[in-house]
């Protein structure tokens, strides 16, 4: 009878050693999610998606600055700090800016090269340091119906990148270089009212820069 028992306990254990086998084997099944998780945490929020530095373009001889991207990479916001040394402004200019573009579709040329053939948008400038800047008492009022710090316009150009190596749509690693023309509140109203003594084209600024996506 002993013996009896010994074989079906025996039995049982070999049936159901292979459910537990394969229960084992399963369960490492669910290890990806921290790695998800991880690459989900690569690119926090509040970490710039690229950086920039051009030269022209009414907001500093010299700008760097960083900025963001959105919806796929079409929208971006950047913040740039530019510069005009003293020789060639009369003093030294310190310009704050901030730009708001839109590209609204991409051409791939190649494997590792793309187009942005048209990306348009605004900007908004604030200029310290100026002649006489903010002295009181220098102009009677409304001397300038125009303010002499701030400036803001539109922007048109294109974009022509480079994809490096593991680039992705939602992880971009790439260089651009880019160009833009834009004009500003001032230029425009100018032209509006003297285009007797105005071209269209002294009226645009030109920019050129690079810009780095990581």
């Known amino acids: 009878m002993q013996y009896r ?3 079906g ?3 049982a254990v070999l049936l159901l050693a292979p459910s537990f086998s394969a229960h084992a084997t399963s369960e490492p099944d669910a290890a990806p999610a921290p790695a998800q ?3 989900a945490a690569i ?3 509040y970490r710039p998606r690229h950086l920039m530095v051009q030269t022209g373009g009414g907001i500093g001889m010299v700008a760097a600055g960083a900025g963001y991207a959105f919806a796929k990479n079409k929208v971006e916001t950047d913040i740039l700090l530019g510069y005009v040394p003293k020789k060639y ?3 030294t200019l310190s310009l704050a800016s901030a730009k708001l573009l839109y590209s609204p579709f991409t051409v791939r ?3 590792q090269w793309q187009l942005k053939p048209l990306t348009v948008g605004v900007y908004f400038s604030y200029t310290h340091g100026t002649i006489n800047d903010e ?3 220098q102009y009677t009022k409304d001397y300038y119906w125009f303010s002499t710090d701030t400036r803001y316009g539109p922007l048109a150009g294109s974009r022509l990148t480079f994809l490096r190596p593991g680039s992705t749509e939602a992880a971009p690693k790439a260089v651009s270089l880019y160009y833009e023309l834009g004009t500003n509140d001032l230029y425009a109203v ?3 009212q003297n285009r007797k003594g105005l071209s269209f084209g002294q009226i645009l600024t030109l920019a050129i820069g690079v810009k780095a996506d990581f």
Request: aromatic share 12%; hydrophobic share 40%.
């Open 109 to 111: 040329l190649a494997d």
């Open 89 to 91: 402004a009369g003093s």
């Open 37 to 39: 998780k991880r690459t």
């Open 135 to 137: 002295e009181r008492g």
């Open 190 to 192: 100018s032209y509006a």
């Open 5 to 7: 028992s010994f074989l």
């Open 9 to 11: 306990a025996t039995a």
């Open 43 to 45: 690119h926090p929020w």
